[in-house]
């Protein structure tokens, strides 16, 4: 493993991918084990070592941390979870998936142990925003959480800042997810981060990069690749597992995809977005009228 770790730093060190930016950090998502194998952390702790490698400024979890989906077995879960990150070097924010919370009961033991299931905080000249949009129902954002949005929006002192979640509400192959919450994005959400300054939404869940959405200058990404469980489409058109290198500077932000044993663009990565194309959510049109 070191000697590849070296040949996998050698290799970002000759394309410049280590240095030149304000701040880099790494986006991952879906890192739970399969199901049958809750405690089978194997694949994210090799992407640790890739990350660590990396050695970024910060390091954002978008969910699906445990397998989840068992009350009297979730609490084990989280101890080996949270054996697994500790390994982790830089600083280290998560939000819940759907393995994650998945009931009233599930959602106690969540917070009972992480506290809080949202969040914001600034980095350097940067402010990062991590919903929960798991509340009350797959997409949304309850009242609560909304009006702590719009008071963390208020005055966007940042030079620029970026979303994460798990649900992608703008994917209409994400299913169980309500017209309501895509719509209340759309109508409610997305005019605050564009008065805001914020430049891109990451969101996991779909096990695939991709594809890319631009909705009015705001980059939109799927990146649900840090899990053994990959999209079949995605698999057939040649995607591999992966995480997200951001980097930012003085031009704006530049998104890699790291990958076992290359690192290629977010252009090249976007191998879905003439497949997937009729699946974005359309601001404006009547879904319910179809």
């Given at each position: 493993?070191?000697?590849i770790?070296?040949?996998?730093?050698?290799?970002?060190?000759?394309?410049?991918?280590?240095?030149?930016?304000?701040?880099?950090?790494?986006v991952?998502?879906?890192?739970?084990?399969d199901?049958?194998?809750?405690?089978?952390?194997?694949?994210?702790?090799?992407?640790i070592?890739?990350?660590?490698?990396?050695?970024?400024?910060?390091?954002?979890?978008?969910?699906?941390?445990?397998?989840?989906?068992?009350?009297?077995?979730?609490?084990?879960?989280?101890?080996?979870?949270?054996?697994?990150?500790?390994?982790?070097?830089?600083?280290?924010?998560?939000?819940?998936?759907?393995?994650?919370?998945?009931?009233?009961?599930?959602?106690?033991?969540?917070?009972?142990?992480?506290?809080?299931?949202?969040?914001?905080?600034?980095?350097?000249?940067?402010?990062?925003?991590?919903?929960?949009?798991?509340?009350?129902?797959?997409?949304?954002?309850?009242?609560?959480?909304?009006?702590?949005?719009?008071?963390?929006?208020?005055?966007?002192?940042?030079?620029?800042?970026?979303?994460?979640?798990h649900?992608?509400?703008?994917?209409?192959?994400?299913?169980?997810?309500?017209?309501?919450?895509r719509?209340f994005?759309?109508?409610?959400?997305?005019?605050?981060?564009?008065k805001?300054?914020?430049?891109?939404?990451?969101?996991?869940?779909?096990?695939?990069?991709?594809?890319?959405?631009?909705?009015?200058g705001?980059?939109?990404?799927?990146?649900g690749?840090?899990?053994?469980?990959?999209?079949?489409?995605?698999?057939?058109?040649?995607?591999?597992?992966?995480?997200?290198?951001?980097?930012?500077?003085?031009?704006?932000?530049?998104?890699?995809?790291v990958?076992?044993?290359?690192?290629?663009?977010?252009?090249e990565?976007?191998?879905?977005?003439?497949?997937?194309?009729?699946y974005?959510?359309?601001?404006?049109?009547?879904?319910?009228?179809?």
């Amino acid at each position: 493993m070191k000697k590849i770790l070296s040949f996998f730093i050698l290799g970002l060190l000759l394309s410049g991918l280590v240095f030149g930016s304000e701040v880099r950090f790494v986006v991952i998502s879906d890192t739970n084990p399969d199901f049958g194998k809750q405690n089978d952390f194997s694949l994210f702790e090799k992407e640790i070592d890739q990350i660590n490698a990396l050695k970024p400024d910060l390091v954002i979890n978008m969910g699906d941390l445990i397998y989840g989906y068992g009350l009297k077995k979730t609490r084990p879960q989280w101890q080996r979870y949270l054996e697994v990150i500790s390994k982790i070097e830089s600083p280290y924010y998560q939000i819940p998936g759907n393995h994650d919370i998945f009931s009233k009961r599930s959602r106690e033991i969540y917070l009972d142990i992480f506290k809080k299931t949202y969040t914001s905080f600034d980095f350097k000249n940067y402010h990062f925003i991590l919903l929960d949009n798991l509340d009350g129902a797959w997409g949304r954002i309850g009242p609560e959480q909304f009006a702590w949005l719009e008071k963390d929006l208020a005055n966007p002192r940042w030079t620029a800042a970026f979303v994460f979640m798990h649900i992608p509400v703008w994917d209409l192959k994400t299913g169980n997810l309500d017209l309501e919450w895509r719509e209340f994005w759309f109508d409610k959400i997305h005019p605050l981060l564009l008065k805001s300054k914020v430049k891109a939404v990451f969101a996991g869940h779909s096990h695939r990069f991709g594809p890319i959405r631009i909705y009015d200058g705001i980059h939109y990404y799927v990146a649900g690749g840090g899990g053994p469980r990959l999209h079949s489409v995605y698999v057939k058109h040649g995607g591999r597992n992966f995480f997200l290198l951001v980097e930012t500077s003085d031009n704006g932000f530049q998104v890699k995809v790291v990958m076992e044993n290359r690192i290629i663009s977010e252009q090249e990565a976007d191998i879905l977005k003439e497949v997937f194309a009729p699946y974005y959510f359309q601001p404006g049109r009547d879904y319910r009228r179809q």
